[in-house]
């Protein structure tokens, strides 16, 4: 069974920093693409960012690049995301999910490509 499980979300100032986990089960984890997305409350689910099964970062939207810093540890089968500099608007619920590796006729940054997804957790980013 196939399980993502996000973790390190909370309440932070505005300034601040947060390191969310994402912990993989049920699929060979270092064969995929991982990405973390996030929704904010009446928003659609946008990209945040992306990281191929070699580790190469493939991309930030202007909204958090020079912010946020993605990584993962294939051994501990777990992504990151690094969040410094937070703002109020990056209040959402961050996801991560899992991309389908074979047949994918969207990009990387289209949730649609992804096939797995976690729960979710909370940041929320006090003004």
């Known amino acids: 069974q196939v399980q993502l499980v996000e973790s390190g979300g909370r309440l932070v100032q505005t300034g601040g920093s947060l390191r969310l986990s994402c912990t993989a089960s049920?699929?060979?984890?270092?064969?995929?693409?991982m990405g973390w997305f996030r929704q904010a409350p009446g928003k659609e689910r946008e990209f945040v960012s992306a990281?191929?099964?070699?580790?190469?970062?493939?991309d930030y939207p202007d909204s958090v690049k020079g912010r946020f810093t993605i990584s993962r540890d294939n051994a501990k089968i777990t992504i990151y995301l690094q969040m410094n500099s937070l703002k109020p608007e990056d209040t959402a619920v961050y996801y991560c999910?899992?991309?389908?590796?074979?047949?994918?006729?969207?990009?990387?940054?289209?949730?649609?490509?992804?096939?797995?997804w976690g729960q979710g957790t909370q940041v929320t980013v006090s003004s």
């Open positions: 990281i191929s099964w070699t580790g190469g970062v493939l």
């Open positions: 999910a899992a991309r389908n590796p074979i047949g994918n006729s969207y990009p990387y940054d289209n949730l649609r490509s992804y096939g797995y």
């Open positions: 049920g699929f060979t984890f270092s064969r995929y693409t």
